[in-house]
């Protein structure tokens, strides 16, 4: 069973639009997410990472976390080329390995 | 930013046969790691290292796997002997302290066993 469920598998955004990303944790020994970006062939580099409720902001990313239900979200706005890319969610559990989802495969159409 | 390098970028090998895959982790950290991707499945952890010794390891990292870092060069991942599952593209990381600390990630080896 997935501890970390991504979703949607994949996703098509038009330029300048808005891409919304989810993740869940099902294990609830995990306290802190990750987000990652990783282009195709690259190394996943990351974004954002949040371990308290609420919602945190970096210019165009927005992530959010709801703690009771282990879900956290990446939201892009004004959605560029550049952001065509594989984006993992990870999940810690107690300072100890990293668990990641299958991540989801965002596409901005110019 | 910083950087995380993987040598070879791609390796094929025959079944049976030793691979040792380098990783040179960013210069001052001291928390390493591998992870394993299958195609089209998830990265999945396989072992950190931290002061010359294994922390912990998954059930993925098998007996035939081992890791080591002599001398502070790179971080190695060696699979003696290979099997057709170990086919997969291995990811190392590193970090500057271990817990929550941000992990680097290197660009990948594409391991193929024939």
């Known amino acids: 069973q997935q501890k970390v469920q991504q979703s949607p598998e994949s996703l098509i955004v038009p330029e300048g639009g808005m891409a919304s990303l989810n993740c869940t944790s099902s294990?609830?020994?995990?306290?802190y997410f990750w987000w990652y970006r990783q282009h195709s062939g690259k190394s996943p580099k990351m974004l954002m990472?949040?371990?308290?409720?609420g919602e945190k902001e970096e210019g165009r990313f927005t992530v959010h976390l709801n703690k009771a239900s282990l879900h956290t979200s990446l939201h892009i706005r004004d959605s560029q080329p550049s952001d065509s890319a594989l984006y993992l969610c990870?999940?810690?559990?107690?300072?100890?390995?990293?668990?990641f989802g299958t991540g989801t495969t965002v596409s901005v159409s110019p | 930013g910083p950087k995380v390098l993987q040598i070879p970028s791609h390796q094929i090998i025959d079944m049976g046969q030793m691979v040792t895959l380098n990783c040179d982790p960013v210069?001052?950290?001291?928390?390493f790691y591998w992870y394993k991707q299958i195609l089209g499945q998830q990265m999945e952890f396989l072992v950190n290292?931290?002061?010359?010794?294994?922390?912990?390891k998954s059930k993925l990292f098998k007996d035939q796997f081992s890791v080591e870092r002599p001398d502070g060069s790179y971080f190695t991942l060696k699979i003696q002997p290979t099997a057709l599952e170990d086919s997969a593209v291995y990811f190392c990381?590193?970090?500057?302290?271990?817990?929550?600390?941000?992990?680097?990630f290197g660009p990948g080896t594409r391991l193929t066993v024939l």
């Open positions: 294990d609830r020994n995990v306290d």
């Open positions: 990381a590193s970090s500057l302290t271990g817990g929550y600390a941000e992990q680097f």
């Open positions: 290292f931290y002061n010359g010794k294994v922390m912990e």
């Open positions: 210069s001052n950290h001291l928390y």
């Open positions: 990870a999940a810690y559990q107690g300072g100890r390995a990293l668990i």
């Open positions: 990472s949040i371990f308290s409720n």
